[in-house]
Structures are given as C-alpha cells and as structure tokens.
C-alpha cells in the first residue's frame, strides 16, 4: 500500500538548519512529481516546495531562497533542506506525489520542526 514516512524534524533555534526526508513506498516513486507540506494545528495543510520528475523545483513564496528540495530516485526519498530558519516555519511537514496539490489520500505521521525564536 501507499505509504510516506517522514524524519529529520526536530528544535532548532532561529537561524538554524534541519533536514526532513520522506521515504515512500508502494508507488512508482520515480514516476511522480512529490511535494513537501506543512501543517499548523488549526490551519490547512500548505504545500510549501516540490520537485517533478525531471528535477523542476516549486517553492512557496515564504520558504523561497531558504529551502531547497531534491530527490533520489533509487532510494525513493524525497528531501527538504531548510536553511535560516524562521519561528513561523514552525509546523509539522508532510510529503506526498504530486507537483501542486497531493496526488494521494494517504498522507504519513509527519515530523515536527519547531523554530525556536
């Protein structure tokens, strides 16, 4: 079956620098463009950066030029590197397929990045 799992989050102080990964399995990973979101308790999910097949790259204007994503098509993993890192990054961050909204309803635990300020 479908599935994402998320890791690399954690408590950084303003500034500071995490990355996520996604590994995902139970689909053709190298066949779907995947996306980050991000998720703050009592807010809607927002997709915040994602990476097409051929490597194109999106980012939400707030993380532009602080974020990058990447991915590695054997090891069916997707990354988000977050450089200078702000207190409203704070969120929990989610993958899924797909380059502008999520392809698939199963979504994973997410990991927690807490910002620090």
């Known amino acids: 079956q479908v599935q994402f799992v998320e890791s690399g989050g954690g408590l950084v102080q303003a500034g500071g620098s995490l990355r996520l990964l996604c590994v995902a399995s139970g689909i053709n990973f190298g066949g779907y463009a995947m996306g980050w979101y991000r998720q703050v308790r009592g807010k809607q999910r927002e997709l915040v950066a994602s990476?097409?097949?051929?490597?194109?790259?999106n980012f939400a204007d707030s993380v532009k030029g602080r974020f990058t994503i990447s991915r590695d098509n054997a090891k069916k993993t997707v990354y988000l590197q977050m450089n200078t890192l702000k207190p409203e990054d704070t969120a929990v961050y989610y993958c899924n397929a797909g380059m502008r909204a999520p392809i698939f309803p199963q979504w994973g635990q997410g990991t927690q990045v807490t910002v620090s300020s």
């Open positions: 990476i097409s097949v051929g490597g194109t790259t």
